[in-house]
Nanobody, 123 residues
Framework: VQLVESGGGLVQPGGSLRLSCTASGFSNSTYTIAWLRQAPGKESEGMSSIDVSDSNTAYADSVNGRFIISNDNARNTVYLEMNGLKPEDTGLYYC?????????????????WGRGTQITVSS
């Protein structure tokens, strides 16, 4: 199983970014992908997740209303549209997968992780 993230970078407060996560190396049609953030000196925390079988989604309170997660099953890709970015959104963003239904934001419930992409929100 391989997950590859892209789309990170430096952005000013209030700006937007779109992250992509492309998954490969498996044939399961039922899985959940989450985006998790690890801020400097902190443990990783789930920001958003999507069950690709029905496109149901979940968001952490800190990003609800600002971030939008979506999937393109034909490309095995999940996106995270990030709007209204704040300095506290800074961190290393990972996508991770588990082969179960559900929308957990608990990092311990994800089996495979990408290498991450850095987002820095600063003026």
């Amino acid at each position: 199983v391989q997950l590859v993230e892209s789309g990170g970078g430096l952005v000013q407060p209030g700006g937007s970014l779109r992250l992509s996560c492309t998954a490969s190396g498996f044939s399961n049609s039922t899985y959940t992908i989450a985006w998790l953030r690890q801020a400097p000196g902190k443990e990783s925390e789930g920001m958003s997740s999507i069950d690709v079988s029905d496109s149901n989604t979940a968001y952490a309170d800190s990003v609800n209303g600002r971030f939008i997660i979506s999937n393109d099953n034909a490309r095995n890709t999940v996106y995270l549209e990030m709007n209204g970015l704040k300095p506290e959104d800074t961190g290393l963003y990972y996508c991770a997968i588990n082969f179960r239904q559900g929308l957990s934001l608990n990092s311990k419930e994800y089996d495979y992780w990408g290498r991450g992409t850095q987002i820095t929100v600063s003026s």
